[in-house]
């Protein structure tokens, strides 16, 4: 069966500190790997996705970065935390094309102070 | 307008009654429907899938209603492990999930 980890769980970092978030699939190949952002209270944000190695697709603009050195690892990065980019972090991965079912990992929920 | 509207919530409903959840959605060119359930503190998890016909799983009813572009989720006899967030998803061809807001279910003993 597929799993998706997560690490850190949780993060509390200083306004201007560098970010990286991982996510790993097992159990798939090539899997539509996304990340979203949700801020406390708020709905889901789609930050980005990647449908194979090296392809990244952003959907807004910001000082986060995504990077998917192998097929099954998907990074989230900045260079300099800002005060709202705090928020709860969310990998999924779907089998393919954009309608298929997600399934999420556990997140990482980040402070930045 | 947003792409996905739900109902604002909170619903706080009593053990064993009945509550329905409304959903709309504004691009027609949508294709797929999803109900996820989203616990406190966790992530979203897949409930059900939503099809043009309808379908129930167990104490769950979902309906889509392209013509109004709606959608629904019905909760026969709530358990007070349904306390939590629905969020209504919906995609079309080749696009990524839109997530609704979600609405929020306290379910009381």
């Known amino acids: 069966s597929q799993t998706i980890h997560q690490w850190p769980a949780t993060l509390v970092q200083p306004v201007g500190s560098p970010l990286s978030l991982e996510c790993t699939v097992e159990?798939?190949?090539?899997?539509?790997l996304y990340w979203y952002r949700q801020a406390a209270g708020r709905g889901l944000q789609l930050l980005f996705y990647s449908v194979g190695i090296g392809q990244i697709s952003s959907e807004v603009p910001q000082n986060l970065s995504a990077s998917r050195p192998q097929d099954r690892q998907f990074i989230l990065s900045s260079k300099k935390l800002l005060l709202s980019d705090s928020g709860f972090y969310l990998c999924a991965w779907s089998v393919g094309g954009g309608e298929e079912t997600q399934y999420f990992g556990p997140g990482t929920r980040l402070l930045v102070l | 307008r947003k792409e996905v509207e739900q109902d604002p919530g909170p619903f706080n409903v009593p053990e064993g009654a009945t509550v329905a959840f409304n959903c709309t959605y504004s691009?027609?060119?949508?294709?797929?429907f999803f109900w996820y359930r989203q616990d406190c503190r966790k992530e979203p998890k897949l409930l059900m899938s939503?099809?043009?016909s309808g379908n129930e799983d167990g104490r769950f009813t979902a309906q889509l209603n392209r013509a109004s572009q709606y959608i629904s989720l019905l909760i026969r006899d709530s358990k007070l492990s349904d306390s939590a967030t629905y969020l209504c998803?919906?995609?079309?061809?080749?696009?990524?999930?839109?997530f609704g807001p979600g609405t929020r279910l306290s379910v009381l003993p």
């Open positions: 998803v919906v995609t079309h061809y080749g696009q990524n999930f839109v």
């Open positions: 691009n027609s060119a949508s294709q797929s």
């Open positions: 159990g798939t190949s090539n899997p539509n």
């Open positions: 939503v099809y043009s």
